[in-house]
Protein backbone atom coordinates (compact mmCIF):
# COMPACT_ATOMS: atom_id res chain seq x y z
CA UNK A 1 0.00 0.00 0.00
CA UNK A 2 1.29 3.65 -0.97
CA UNK A 3 1.72 5.91 1.79
CA UNK A 4 0.37 9.61 0.76
CA UNK A 5 1.72 12.33 2.47
CA UNK A 6 2.22 16.04 2.15
CA UNK A 7 5.29 18.64 2.51
CA UNK A 8 6.05 21.93 1.38
CA UNK A 9 9.26 23.31 -0.29
CA UNK A 10 11.62 25.64 1.15
CA UNK A 11 13.01 29.21 -0.15
CA UNK A 12 16.39 27.25 -0.81
CA UNK A 13 13.86 25.08 -2.93
CA UNK A 14 14.52 22.21 -0.42
CA UNK A 15 11.82 19.26 0.25
CA UNK A 16 11.67 17.36 3.24
CA UNK A 17 10.58 13.29 2.46
CA UNK A 18 8.07 12.32 5.56
CA UNK A 19 10.08 10.53 7.90
CA UNK A 20 7.00 7.44 6.91
CA UNK A 21 8.31 7.74 3.72
CA UNK A 22 11.80 7.74 4.71
CA UNK A 23 11.56 4.67 6.52
CA UNK A 24 9.42 2.53 4.55
CA UNK A 25 11.67 3.03 1.43
CA UNK A 26 15.29 2.89 3.30
CA UNK A 27 15.89 6.33 2.45
CA UNK A 28 19.49 7.45 4.52
CA UNK A 29 21.35 10.59 4.92
CA UNK A 30 23.04 11.20 1.16
CA UNK A 31 20.78 9.00 -0.75
CA UNK A 32 20.15 9.96 -4.47
CA UNK A 33 17.64 10.98 -6.75
CA UNK A 34 17.37 11.51 -10.07
CA UNK A 35 13.94 14.13 -10.57
CA UNK A 36 11.77 14.19 -13.07
CA UNK A 37 9.48 17.22 -13.87
CA UNK A 38 6.83 17.95 -16.22
CA UNK A 39 4.18 20.45 -15.53
CA UNK A 40 2.81 20.03 -12.25
CA UNK A 41 3.99 16.68 -12.01
CA UNK A 42 8.06 16.28 -10.13
CA UNK A 43 9.19 12.84 -9.56
CA UNK A 44 11.91 11.70 -7.33
CA UNK A 45 13.40 8.11 -8.09
CA UNK A 46 16.21 7.11 -5.68
CA UNK A 47 19.02 5.40 -7.31
CA UNK A 48 21.93 4.01 -6.13
CA UNK A 49 25.33 2.00 -7.67
CA UNK A 50 25.40 -1.11 -9.11
CA UNK A 51 26.94 -3.94 -6.67
CA UNK A 52 30.57 -5.26 -7.72
CA UNK A 53 28.95 -8.08 -9.32
CA UNK A 54 26.21 -6.66 -11.20
CA UNK A 55 29.18 -4.56 -12.16
CA UNK A 56 30.57 -7.66 -13.32
CA UNK A 57 27.83 -9.22 -15.06
CA UNK A 58 27.08 -6.08 -17.16
CA UNK A 59 30.98 -6.30 -18.67
CA UNK A 60 30.88 -9.94 -19.23
CA UNK A 61 27.29 -9.07 -21.25
CA UNK A 62 29.44 -6.25 -23.21
CA UNK A 63 32.40 -8.11 -23.71
CA UNK A 64 30.30 -11.14 -25.43
CA UNK A 65 27.98 -8.42 -27.52
CA UNK A 66 31.73 -6.91 -28.74
CA UNK A 67 33.07 -10.45 -29.75
CA UNK A 68 29.79 -10.95 -31.55
CA UNK A 69 29.88 -8.15 -33.62
CA UNK A 70 34.02 -8.41 -34.27
CA UNK A 71 34.80 -5.51 -32.08
CA UNK A 72 38.20 -4.90 -30.97
CA UNK A 73 40.30 -2.32 -29.03
CA UNK A 74 41.40 -1.11 -32.20
CA UNK A 75 38.27 -0.03 -33.04
CA UNK A 76 37.91 1.76 -29.41
CA UNK A 77 40.93 3.17 -29.42
CA UNK A 78 40.25 5.07 -33.05
CA UNK A 79 36.94 6.40 -31.41
CA UNK A 80 38.65 7.80 -28.72
CA UNK A 81 41.00 9.76 -31.01
CA UNK A 82 38.43 10.70 -33.05
CA UNK A 83 35.69 12.25 -30.17
CA UNK A 84 38.53 13.70 -28.54
CA UNK A 85 39.66 15.37 -32.21
CA UNK A 86 36.02 16.45 -32.42
CA UNK A 87 35.41 18.13 -28.58
Known sequence: MSLVETTKM???GQVVI???IRKRLGL???S???VVGDK???ILKSISAPSISDFDNLLNKA???AKKVG???SHLKE???LARKSS
Do not use: H, R, W
Request: charged letters at 30%; zero cysteines; proline letters at 4%.
Open 32 to 34: QFV
Open 40 to 42: DVV
Open 18 to 20: PEN
Open 10 to 12: SSK
Open 79 to 81: AIA
Open 28 to 30: KTG
Open 63 to 65: QEQ
Open 71 to 73: LKE
